[in-house]
């Protein structure tokens, strides 16, 4: 399924702003996918390339990224994730597989511990365990991973600063999950993670591994940060066997 044409633009009213989705119609199973940190729907325009085209496919801007509304307020992981719970009932997907990249898995993490409806869980270099942030404070670099992060969010087009500032400042606040949190997931989850991810170190994957009881972990070797951008075919084959295509 290509991107930019086999998709439609929708538009999902929630309490917190409107929602842009990118929807391909399928019969089969139905996928929601979350980006990262200051990018939007595109990032996973070389993974869906791959993909059956039966599958219905949902590419959701977080809230205050791509075309999503960006409100002044503070944009808390816990706000990403009502957005998301109100897309999915909106949408009438609650069936859906819901799948997470680094800050966009935080959301999804924190959707997985509410018990709010879906299939399953995918969480590809989720942000968010509290081992990450333990070792940005241990190694006393916080202010310096903000400014780089900002940088880096600020190179797209459209990315506004006080989203970006807002996002870092309450990303940082004591919001991480420990292995206690975690044990609140109860439905089926995989974990992908690049083996040489130079932003979230590969620790946290076992931490998710070892917290979310029958988790299934997927190491790639020789993937960084973004699999399903630099290794695609990897994450595309982990994804279907852990939701049954075939």
Not at 35 to 62: E, K, T
Request: aromatic residues 8%.
């Amino acid at each position: 399924m290509d991107y930019k044409n086999d998709f439609e633009d929708l538009r999902i009213k929630t309490s917190l702003g409107d929602i842009h989705v990118r929807h391909h119609t399928g019969v089969r199973q139905k996928l929601v996918f979350l980006h990262g940190f200051g990018i939007n729907s595109r990032a996973w325009s070389r993974l869906v390339a791959l993909l059956p085209d039966d599958l219905d496919v949902y590419l959701m801007d977080l809230l205050g990224h791509g075309e999503s509304s960006a409100p002044r307020i503070d944009y808390t992981v816990e706000k990403q994730t009502e957005a998301l719970r109100e897309v999915v009932e909106k949408a009438g997907i609650s069936d859906c597989y819901i799948i997470g990249h680094s800050y966009g898995g935080w959301a999804v993490l924190l959707y997985a511990m509410k018990g709010y409806p879906a299939k399953g869980f995918v969480l590809e270099n989720a942000a968010g365990v509290r081992d990450h942030i333990a070792h940005l404070e241990s190694t006393s670099s916080i202010e310096a991973f903000k400014e780089n992060m900002y940088r880096m969010a600020m190179k797209y087009a459209g990315n506004r600063d006080y989203v970006m500032r807002s996002v870092l400042d309450m990303e940082l606040q004591n919001q991480s999950l420990d292995s206690a949190a975690l044990s609140a997931i109860s439905k089926p989850t995989l974990i992908i993670w690049g083996s040489d991810d130079k932003l979230i170190d590969k620790r946290s994957a076992d931490t998710l591994s070892k917290g979310i009881r029958g988790s299934t972990l997927e190491m790639l070797e020789s993937a960084g940060h973004d699999p399903h951008y630099t290794k695609p075919e990897l994450v595309k084959a982990a994804l279907l066997k852990f939701i049954g295509y075939a």
